[in-house]
């Protein structure tokens, strides 16, 4: 099989694979954190760098390691790296840490994490794993922050309403009021809500997904048919 190229490795991530609307991994922070826009973003962007450290180191030293302990390395290796993510965001993110909780050392069992180790860094080169899990990571981040802000919109009728715990004192005045005297819709911001808020934005991809689908076989049909006019033409 031909070796996918730093593009086909950044849709896939992206879109084509994603962690959330494809794979479906990583729901237990998907749900639970997901409760506002900054709180998804936050824990987004810490599995973004646990996926790249990981997938690059893995790449760095898979030669060095043993196939039949290479899975007890990998867990060894991403606790080592989550715990470090950990400990600087309670040192420079305090608030923030204790929004998200017990959800951040629990990156360590994320199966996404484990699974690009295993299934992509551990058998190419180390720009090529850099770029999964980029990739990857950029997408589980999106699909967070997304997800965060349907259920804060929803659920408080805000967005960004927490942005201090990341940006500082200064980006209070990020907070938006999306809708003015808004009781706020409870199911929204509880677990039930997320697994519906989820689901609609699975449904918005597939949606999307078979809208270009058509438009590339409607593309493909019209060059089909002006190829065989063309030939009918020369002949």
């Not at 990583?26 to 810490?46: D, F, M, Q, R």
Request: aromatic share 6%; proline share 3%.
């Amino acid at each position: 099989m031909a070796e996918k190229s730093l593009r086909q490795i950044t849709r896939e991530g992206l879109w084509g694979n994603n962690v959330a609307f494809v794979q479906i991994l990583g729901l237990c922070p998907l749900l639970a954190v997901s409760s506002n826009t900054i709180n998804g973003l936050g824990l987004g962007l810490a599995t973004l760098l646990t996926l790249v450290l990981t997938n690059t180191t893995v790449s760095a030293i898979r030669h060095l390691i043993r196939p039949d302990i290479r899975i007890p390395v990998f867990v060894m290796l991403i606790a080592s790296i989550v715990t470090a993510i950990e400990l600087t965001i309670n040192a420079f993110f305090n608030e923030l840490h204790a929004a998200l909780g017990i959800f951040i050392p629990l990156i360590v069992t994320n199966c996404s994490v484990l699974g690009r180790a295993e299934a992509f860094a551990s058998k190419n080169s180390i720009v090529r794993s850099l770029i999964d899990g980029l990739a990857m990571g950029l997408g589980f981040a999106i699909a967070l922050t997304l997800l965060g802000a349907m259920r804060e919109m929803l659920g408080a009728g805000t967005l960004f309403d927490q942005a201090h715990l990341m940006f500082g004192e200064g980006a209070r005045a990020l907070r938006l009021t999306v809708f003015a005297d808004y009781k706020g819709f409870l199911l929204a911001i509880l677990p039930p809500g997320a697994f519906i808020g989820l689901g609609l934005l699975i449904a918005l991809k597939n949606l999307i997904d078979q809208q270009l689908e058509r438009h590339h076989e409607a593309a493909m049909a019209r060059q089909a048919e002006t190829t065989g006019m063309a030939s009918e033409a020369g002949q």
